[in-house]
Nanobody
Framework: QVQLVESGGGLVQTGGSLRLSCTAS????????MGWYRQAPGKQRELVAA???????NYADSVKGRFTISRDIAKNTVYLQMNILEPEDTAVYYC?????????WGQGTQVTVSS
């Protein structure tokens, strides 16, 4: 099991930046993959970015070139740097940890981009 604590959401204007943090309660090397998902009102939850324990990353097409996922292993923390934010990025962002066949979720953090 793992507990995930997110922080860093907020309100930002179009073109602005935010950095989300997700701290895990265990060594993130022991987690197969960690990622960020988001869910906008009336829409399904979608993958934004993910990083494996080997360091491989992947991104949704809509955020490529604007968002960067990274990690600090010593702090058991994964980050999502979000640049050039657009109103379409407005959503609740959830941290995810995938351990074998199980998914664990953080409580979510709201990101609102005003036009």
């Amino acid at each position: 099991q793992v507990q995930l604590v997110e922080s860093g959401g907020g309100l930002v204007q179009t073109g602005g930046s935010l950095r989300l943090s997700c701290t895990a309660s265990r060594n993130i090397f022991s987690i197969n993959a960690m990622g960020w998902y988001r869910q906008a009102p009336g829409k399904q939850r979608e993958l934004v970015a993910a990083i494996t324990n080997g360091g491989s990353t992947n991104y949704a097409d809509s955020v490529k070139g604007r968002f960067t996922i990274s990690r600090d292993i010593a702090k058991n923390t994964v980050y999502l740097q979000m640049n050039i934010l657009e109103p379409e990025d407005t959503a609740v962002y959830y941290c995810n940890a995938h351990i074998w066949n199980y998914d664990y979720w953080g409580q979510g953090t709201q990101v609102t981009v005003s036009s």
